[in-house]
Structures are given as C-alpha cells and as structure tokens.
C-alpha cells in the first residue's frame, strides 16, 4: 500500500474520454469519486462528436477517391501534435498518413528541396497531416542558419507555385499555423522538464525558440505576406489553450468538407476568436511587428 498522504499530493491525468464515460456511472465501494471541471466534460463531449464526424469524412473520402492535405505548422510547444493524435485516433489507419520527416540526410540534402516532401502526398482517398511541412525552409531553417538567405528567397517564391499546382489536380489543401503566446510556450516547455510522460518531447532548441522569438515572428511575418494565397490559404489556430485549439482546428475541417450524413452547419461552425484567417493575421502583425510583446506568436 502506497502511502496516504504521498497520494493526495500526486496529480493524476484520466485519460482522456474517461470523464465523459463515467460521468452516470452509479457510486459503489469499488469507485473513486474525482472532480473535474465542467469544461472539460463538455470537451470531451464536444470532441467525440467531431471525432465521428471525421469518421464519416474520411468513409465518403474512400468512396469519392478524395485526396487531402493538411499541413500543421507552428511555433515548439504550440500544440500541434496533441491536435493531430486527436484528429486521427478514431480513422482507419489503412486510409491516412502522417509525415514527419527527419532531419535530411545526404541524398536528400542534394535533391530537389521539396522531393522528400512530394514523395508522400496523398493518392486516392487518403487523408495525408504534415506534421512540419516544406515550410521548415520559411522559418526553422533560416532563424538556425540552416539555410542561406538565397534558399529561403526561392522557396517563398517556388512554394506558392507547387501549391497551386497540388489544388489544381484535385488535392484538397489545409494549411494551419499553431500560434501560442511567449508565456504559454514557457509554461509548456518547464512542464516538459518535470512530467515525465513528456521527457521525449525535450530539444536543445526548446530554450533557443524562446531566446529567438522576434526573429521567428518575422520569418512569420514574411512567410504569411508571401504564401498565403487565394488557392492556398493560411488558418491560424490561437493555441494557449489546447482543448479549444484542438475542438476548432476540427471544426475548421469538417466544415470545409463534403461528406455524407454530414452535422448540420451552424454545429460546425469554429470559433472566430480561435481560428483566423491569414489574412487577418497579417493585419494584426503589420500593427504590432515594432511591438513584438502584443503578437499572438
């Protein structure tokens, strides 16, 4: 037996969809009665829900041969991942794909820059998540000295004509930017120290996003003025708190999809506070580029 007072100090995590399963359960000697926020249940509602939904999408898909993409870019600790476990924890397996590709090794290194990348778009049916994209030459890259200045330059100029092509042949294109707050991605980044179902997601680099945070916002400055495009839009998903992110970013999908049996739109609709378009996020940084402390991140 564990010691009393040692358990009561310990926070225990239920795994998610637990709450909402148990929430009518009938008390017994055998349960443990735990209190959770409201919120939270209605989260868990809110995303079962959708996460059907997706089921739905994704059946339709394999019957119209419907091909996606869905890039998922971001600052570190912007919630991304989380987002995307979420969006694929129900789907058949047979029918997605998620990418996250290494670091480059030397073939690729001498490739044409975005042929790793063009390797793994979806075929038919296939629902295909970049988790980073080709997008690592308009940001990472160049903040790291990964690239040269004449690189970064092409690819902004090459990366709206490849995308343009990719939507003209029928592949349906989402791009989402994750944009968390310097304070949150702290936050997130010391939880990562100290929990230790998160040990893997440290990185040298966490504390350098941190320290390289305005230069970030201006390669993101430069990479929404020059990408996004009428074909190929940007959503940006306001990520300080995961759960909404998470419940939107959905949303944001289903409603730009047709698929059968589908919920009636106005259940669909995400919230504007949370997901903006590229556009209005460009507005709001050409006001505040000189005050880096008012953008979102």
Same mark, same amino acid.
């Given at each position: 037996?564990?010691?009393?007072?040692?358990?009561?100090?310990?926070?225990?995590?239920?795994?998610?969809g637990t709450?909402?399963?148990?929430?009518?359960?009938?008390?017994?000697?055998?349960? &443990?009665?735990?209190?959770?926020?409201?919120?939270?249940?209605?989260?868990?509602?809110?995303?079962?829900?959708? %996460?059907?939904?997706?089921?739905?999408?994704?059946?339709?898909? &394999?019957?119209?041969?419907?091909?996606?993409?869905?890039?998922?870019?971001?600052?570190?600790?912007?919630?991304?991942?989380? /987002?995307?476990?979420?969006?694929?924890?129900?789907?058949?397996?047979?029918?997605?794909?998620?990418?996250?590709?290494?670091?480059?090794?030397?073939?690729?290194?001498?490739?044409?820059?975005? &042929?790793?990348?063009?390797?793994?778009?979806?075929?038919?049916?296939?629902?295909?998540?970049?988790?980073?994209?080709?997008?690592?030459?308009?940001?990472?890259?160049?903040?790291?000295?990964? #690239?040269?200045?004449?690189?970064?330059k092409r690819?902004?100029?090459?990366?709206?004509?490849?995308?343009?092509?990719?939507?003209?042949?029928?592949?349906?294109?989402?791009?989402?930017?994750?944009?968390?707050?310097?304070?949150?991605?702290?936050?997130?980044?010391?939880?990562?120290? /100290?929990?230790?179902?998160?040990?893997?997601?440290?990185?040298?680099?966490?504390?350098?996003? %941190?320290?390289?945070?305005?230069?970030?916002?201006?390669?993101?400055? %430069?990479?929404?003025?020059?990408?996004?495009?009428?074909?190929?839009?940007?959503?940006?998903?306001?990520?300080?708190?995961?759960?909404?992110?998470?419940?939107? #970013?959905?949303?944001?999908?289903?409603?730009?999809?047709?698929?059968?049996?589908?919920?009636?739109?106005?259940?669909?609709?995400?919230?504007?506070?949370?997901?903006?378009?590229g556009i209005?996020?460009?507005?709001?940084?050409?006001?505040?580029?000189?005050?880096?402390?008012?953008?979102?991140?």
């Amino acid at each position: 037996m564990g010691n009393n007072n040692q358990d009561k100090d310990k926070k225990f995590r239920l795994a998610e969809g637990t709450a909402i399963s148990n929430k009518d359960a009938k008390q017994n000697k055998n349960r &443990q009665a735990i209190w959770i926020k409201k919120w939270h249940l209605q989260y868990e509602k809110d995303l079962r829900i959708l %996460q059907i939904e997706l089921m739905k999408m994704q059946q339709s898909m &394999q019957t119209s041969g419907k091909r996606v993409l869905a890039i998922f870019e971001g600052r570190d600790a912007a919630g991304k991942g989380g /987002t995307i476990k979420r969006i694929i924890a129900h789907l058949n397996p047979r029918r997605y794909n998620v990418v996250a590709l290494a670091k480059p090794n030397e073939t690729e290194f001498s490739q044409w820059y975005f &042929q790793r990348y063009t390797a793994h778009l979806p075929t038919a049916g296939v629902f295909t998540i970049f988790d980073r994209s080709w997008y690592n030459r308009a940001m990472v890259e160049p903040v790291m000295g990964f #690239c040269s200045d004449e690189q970064n330059k092409r690819f902004l100029k090459d990366v709206p004509m490849l995308e343009e092509l990719l939507v003209k042949d029928g592949i349906t294109l989402f791009k989402f930017y994750f944009s968390v707050s310097k304070n949150v991605q702290k936050e997130r980044f010391d939880a990562r120290k /100290t929990d230790p179902l998160k040990q893997y997601k440290l990185s040298p680099v966490d504390n350098l996003a %941190q320290k390289y945070w305005n230069e970030y916002a201006i390669r993101k400055f %430069q990479m929404l003025s020059e990408t996004n495009r009428t074909m190929a839009p940007w959503t940006i998903i306001r990520s300080d708190n995961k759960k909404l992110a998470r419940i939107n #970013c959905i949303k944001h999908i289903l409603s730009n999809m047709d698929y059968e049996d589908k919920l009636p739109v106005e259940e669909l609709i995400p919230d504007p506070e949370i997901v903006v378009s590229g556009i209005d996020e460009l507005h709001h940084m050409e006001l505040n580029l000189m005050s880096p402390n008012k953008l979102h991140g």
